[in-house]
Every structure is written in C-alpha cells, then in structure tokens.
Antibody, heavy 120, light 108 residues
Framework: EVQLLQSGGGLVHPGGSLRLSCEAS????????MSWVRQAPGKGLQWVAG????????YYADSVKGRLTISRDNSKNTLYLQLDSLRAEDTAIFYC?????????????WGQGALVTVSS | IVLTQSPGTLSVSPGERATLSCRAS???????LAWYQHKPGQAPRLLIY???SRATGIPDRFSGSGSGTDFTLTISRLEPEDFAVYYC??????????FGPGTKVDIK
C-alpha cells in the first residue's frame, strides 16, 4: 500500500524558515517523480514544486522560485521542501504528492497534508 | 496554460446529473488532463486521468471526456458523498502543473 507520511508543519514568523518532510512507502521511491502542492485558506490547489525520481532536475512555480527548495533522499525514501523567507501569504496546507502514470502524468497519491502558518 | 473551470458553484439535488467544465487557454493533450475531488479536511482524490480514464476504485457514475481546449467531468447521479470541490489539473511541457480554480458542487 502506497503511503506518504508528512511531518514538519507549524507556526513560523515572517522571514523565517521551515522544512517539510514526506516519508514514502509501498513503492519504489526512486523510480517516481514527486511534487508539492499547497492550498491557502479559502483558496484552490496550487502546484509549487516538482522533482524527478533521481533528484537531478527540479521545477518550481514562478511565485515560489528562490524561496522554496525541493529535494529528496532516495536512500531514506523521503521528500523534502525547504521554505525560506516565508511570508504571510505562504500560509497554507502543503501536500506531498506522488506523480503517477506512464504515458499520462498526474498525481496519484497524496500525503495527509501539513499546515504551515506564517504569522508574527 | 491557464485553466478555467465553470461554473464556480453548481447547486444540484441528490440523484441529479452534474456537468463540470474545464477549459484550457490553448489546446492541450488529453493525456495530461486529470480531475480531482477535494473535501474539507481530506487530501484530494484522483478521479480521472488521461481526460477519460477512471482511477482505481472510482465509481462509474464519474466520467470524463473532452479534447483540445474543452474537457468535461460528468457525475451521472449525485450521491450525498459527491458534494465537494472538483479541480482539473494539467501537466505542461515545461514539467510544470496547473490546477483550475475549482468547481464547488453543493446541495440544492
């Protein structure tokens, strides 16, 4: 059974940093691209970052480029999201997602979500 | 690519049919179009991938169709558990993903 277990959310001051983790199980982690998706309060879903299975390539939404860093440790089956220079508008639930499909590409499994609150 | 979903809110009675639209700002490959259901306090759930293929375990009252710029999610007979927000998702050539703004399906 595929499981994505997230940790690391919490309250952080504006300008601060936080690291989210996502431990994967039930599949060959290094074979799959992964992404992070967030949902701000009262807003829709927004893709923020993606990484290839090997970790050699990363991709970011323009709105977070330079402040969020996605990475992975395939030896630990864990995906990370480093959030720096946080702003109030970064307050959101962050979801770790597995990219599925062969020809098609979509998010087939989601973590439980981690709430990041940026407030003074 | 920008995805537009309509209507923003759809009020439907249980047992009725719901038709949700997702329109892309330019033609996209149906291979890379998916639909999700999202309920408060839960992670989103994959319904449809490749524009028309149902994900594992999804009831056959959910169907997807479309090509080019216009895609549709149809719920043939709404069950009480189907009231939620629905999002379309596109995977683009630059390895980036775009969600539509969502359609809320609520009880009439």
């Amino acid at each position: 059974e595929v499981q994505l277990l997230q940790s690391g959310g919490g309250l952080v001051h504006p300008g601060g940093s936080l690291r989210l983790s996502c431990e994967a199980s039930g599949f060959t982690f290094s074979s799959y691209a992964m992404s992070w998706v967030r949902q701000a309060p009262g807003k829709g879903l927004q893709w923020v970052a993606g990484i290839t299975g090997s970790g050699t390539s990363t991709y970011y939404a323009d709105s977070v480029k330079g402040r969020l860093t996605i990475s992975r440790d395939n030896s630990k089956n864990t995906l990370y999201l480093q959030l720096d220079s946080l702003r109030a508008e970064d307050t959101a639930i962050f979801y770790c997602v597995k990219v599925g499909g062969n020809v098609q590409v979509f998010f087939d499994y989601w973590g439980q979500g981690a709430l990041v609150t940026v407030s003074s | 690519i920008v995805l537009t979903q309509s209507p923003g809110t759809l009020s439907v009675s249980p047992g009725e049919r719901a038709t949700l639209s997702c329109r892309a700002s330019q033609s996209v490959g149906s291979t890379y179009l998916a639909w999700y259901q999202h309920k408060p306090g839960q992670a989103p759930r994959l319904l449809i991938y490749g524009a028309s293929s149902r994900a594992t375990g999804i009831p056959d009252r959910f169907s997807g169709s479309g090509s080019g710029t216009d895609f549709t999610l149809t719920i043939s007979r709404l069950e009480p558990e189907d009231f939620a927000v629905y999002y379309c998702l596109h995977y683009g050539s630059s390895s980036r993903f775009t969600f539509g703004p969502g359609t809320k399906v609520d009880i009439k």
